[in-house]
């Protein structure tokens, strides 16, 4: 029998990707079992898919925890190994020229409930942890307590838009309102910033004359529901591997990323097997 990986997902609403990865792994189309649902309120609704599963759920309510950061003046304690400074320096969710007060208390609140997902769900019991729908970015201290082996990411996010388009929470909305004419969405490992981390996968669509913004967010989940799956099995195969690349631009000036480079199944990397 081939081997699982052991699959966790956050969500905050509906959870229809939950519900395809669900579905994919029950019939065999990845090799994965989904072993718990953690959502950041009680009122998603994608919990109840998990329970009807019988997949073990747990709910951080991060509102309820900012409140309480909030009317404690900011003092809230933080976890005991939270590093401040450390999770600042290491942050791309704000610019550098962001209040650092604001900046502060956001990753010390937002760390406070990172500690409760890492205490209901501990690192070591997944393999891969699958961001569906999840609407609140993680910080530096939670990514790296989940990514223990920096070449190996294991934090994955779907997003409603061809990045690095239009990220944020409304990505077929900013989509459409530009005018655009293809849209899409992306499945990318989890960095430091937000929805800049890099590309497993995407799926681009023509926007039609006539399309409703309803229509086109219909169009990208049907998308998105088939583009998570596959991503979650080239992650079980072992086919994803990171690559720290460096260009030099016109002008000199030089271009570091890291990018995602697909193994063919018999091992080497599509762009060395010469297909797309
Ligand atoms: C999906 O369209 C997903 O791409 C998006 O939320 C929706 C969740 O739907 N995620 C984000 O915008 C993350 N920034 P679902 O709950 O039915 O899976």
């Not at 704000?94 to 956001?106: L, W």
């Not at 690192?123 to 990514?147: E, K, Q």
């Not at 996010?157 to 530009?178: E, K, M, Q, S, V």
């Not at 399309?211 to 049907?222: H, I, K």
């Amino acid at each position: 029998m081939k081997k699982k990986i052991r699959v966790g997902a956050l969500i905050s609403g509906g959870g229809t990707n939950l519900q395809a990865i669900i579905d994919a792994s029950r019939t065999g189309a990845i090799d994965a079992d989904m072993v718990f649902v953690g959502a950041d309120n009680p009122a998603a609704k994608g919990l109840e898919r998990a329970r009807r599963h019988g997949i073990s759920e747990f709910v951080v309510d991060y509102a309820a925890v900012i409140r309480a950061s909030r009317q404690d003046g900011g003092k809230v304690r933080p976890p005991g190994d939270f590093q401040l400074e450390d999770v600042r320096a290491k942050q791309a969710i704000f610019p550098p020229s962001a209040d650092r007060k604001t900046v502060d208390a956001y990753l010390t609140s937002r760390a406070v409930a990172e500690a409760l997902l890492l205490k209901a769900m501990p690192p070591g019991s997944f393999d891969l942890l699958v961001l569906a729908g999840f609407m609140r970015n993680l910080t530096p201290y939670f990514i790296d307590r989940v990514n223990t082996d920096r070449a190996r990411p294991r934090i994955m996010n779907i997003h409603p838009a061809l990045l690095p388009a239009f990220p944020g929470t409304d990505g077929y909305g900013d989509t459409f309102r530009y005018g655009c004419k293809v849209a899409g969405c992306t499945v990318h490992f989890v960095d430091y910033g937000e929805d800049s981390g890099p590309i497993i996968g995407q799926r681009a669509f023509a926007v039609h004359e006539d399309d409703t913004l309803e229509a086109v967010r219909q169009r990208g989940l049907e998308q998105e529901w088939q583009l998570y799956p596959e991503c979650i099995q080239l992650f079980a195969q072992g086919r994803l591997k990171t690559e720290r690349m460096r260009y030099e631009r016109p002008g000199g000036r030089a271009y570091e990323r890291t990018i995602v480079k697909i193994r063919s199944e018999s091992g080497s990397s599509r762009s060395e097997a010469g297909s797309s």
